[in-house]
T-cell receptor, first 113, second 111 residues
Framework: ETGVTQTPRHLVMGMTNKKSLKCEQHLGHNAMYWYKQSAKKPLELMFVYNFKEQTENNSVPSRFSPECPNSSHLFLHLHTLQPEDSALYLC????????????FGSGTRLTVV | QQQVKQSPQSLIVQKGGISIINCAYE??????FPWYQQFPGKGPALLIA?????SEKKEGRFTISFNKSAKQFSLHIMDSQPGDSATYFC??????????FGSGTQLTVLP
């Protein structure tokens, strides 16, 4: 158990569906991140939250909508996705935004059909 | 703009051999260089990290070599084992900024 739990592990959704990814950390960290992992590409930072406040939106399309109700939980709401959005979505946390040690969850494998 | 370039994309090594993965960076402000290891079905996990004030750091069979003038750093895995088969990511960060990751290297260690 890494201390960062992501659900669901796998998700298949149609382009007109609305779904949400959930991330929960039990480490007492204050910063949480969403990353997109596509094959043979660098991990792409999507969003950063520090003490529940969004501090970075890395030019992510509006069809991805993050929510951070508290320092332990992070959601990624999905709607009208495209097939190219199919990827592994990773959540990570660190002590704070300047923290150097990230703890990652196991990810949600998303397939858009 | 890819600030951290990683090579090779894939690597196959015999058991007991040395695995070497290289990374080059562009931003001279980077002051922290970690390596992450990712097994299938898992998220990346911190393996070892180095700061630019040292040229080498060793933890067990894993060594980071750092060349500040060349803006390069590498991961060496000595006596590679099949259990080391995974994807390895280098990364870099500066000040209080987030990590910037390389594109990953898929390592296969043959028994």
């Amino acid at each position: 158990e890494t201390g960062v739990t992501q659900t669901p592990r796998h998700l298949v959704m149609g382009m007109t569906n609305k779904k949400s990814l959930k991330c929960e950390q039990h480490l007492g960290h204050n910063a949480m991140y969403w990353y997109k992992q596509s094959a043979k590409k660098p991990l792409e930072l999507m969003f950063v939250y520090n003490f529940k406040e969004q501090t970075e939106n890395n030019s992510v399309p509006s069809r991805f909508s993050p929510e951070c109700p508290n320092s332990s939980h992070l959601f990624l709401h999905l709607h009208t996705l495209q097939p190219e959005d199919s990827a592994l979505y990773l959540c990570a946390s660190s002590q704070d935004e300047g923290g150097r040690s990230y703890t990652f969850g196991s990810g949600t494998r998303l397939t858009v059909v | 703009q890819q600030q951290v370039k990683q090579s090779p994309q894939s690597l196959i090594v015999q058991k007991g051999g040395i695995s070497i993965i290289n990374c080059a960076y562009e931003n001279t402000a980077f002051d922290y260089f970690p390596w992450y290891q990712q097994f299938p079905g898992k998220g990346p996990a911190l393996l070892i990290a180095i700061r630019p004030d040292v040229s080498e750091k060793k933890e067990g069979r894993f060594t980071i070599s750092f060349n500040k003038s060349a803006k390069q750093f590498s991961l060496h895995i000595m006596d590679s084992q099949p259990g080391d088969s995974a994807t390895y990511f280098c990364a870099a960060a500066y000040s209080a900024r987030q990590l910037t990751f390389g594109s990953g290297t898929q390592l296969t260690v043959l028994p």
